[in-house]
């Protein structure tokens, strides 16, 4: 069983930086596309950035394009994302999802297989 554990979310003023991080163990985490999505509470879960398998194709969502970064680190079994100029409107709860298919990134939330637990960035204004 594939699990994910997020961690590096917390309370920045707007401008400011954070990078999360998502640890992934039990599975063959260099096969899996990885991606972060958010969720506000009473709304549905969204895509954030998306790596492929190797980290040569990523995918994102316009309202992060040049503020976010996603990396990974296969060796580490650790995927990133990194985040800068954060807005209040960043503020929600991140998931880290993993995808078995062997493909590129998809935006779409069932073709995850795997969830994080979730982490709370906070942005103030």
């Known amino acids: 069983q594939v699990q994910l554990v997020e961690s590096g979310g917390g309370l920045v003023q707007a401008g400011g930086s954070l990078r999360l991080s998502c640890a992934a163990s039990?599975?063959?985490?260099?096969?899996?596309?990885m991606a972060w999505f958010r969720q506000l509470p009473g709304k549905e879960r969204e895509f954030v950035a998306g790596?492929?398998?190797?980290?040569?194709?990523?995918a994102y969502a316009d309202s992060v394009k040049g503020r976010f970064t996603i990396s990974r680190n296969n060796a580490r079994n650790t995927v990133y994302l990194q985040m800068n100029s954060l807005k209040p409107e960043d503020t929600a709860v991140y998931y880290c999802?993993?995808?078995?298919?062997?493909?590129?990134?998809?935006?779409?939330?069932?073709?995850?297989?795997?969830w994080g637990q979730g982490t709370q960035v906070t942005v103030s204004s």
């Open positions: 999802a993993a995808d078995r298919r062997l493909g590129g990134v998809t935006v779409t939330t069932g073709e995850y297989d795997y």
């Open positions: 039990g599975g063959t985490f260099s096969s899996y596309a």
């Open positions: 790596t492929s398998w190797s980290g040569g194709d990523t």
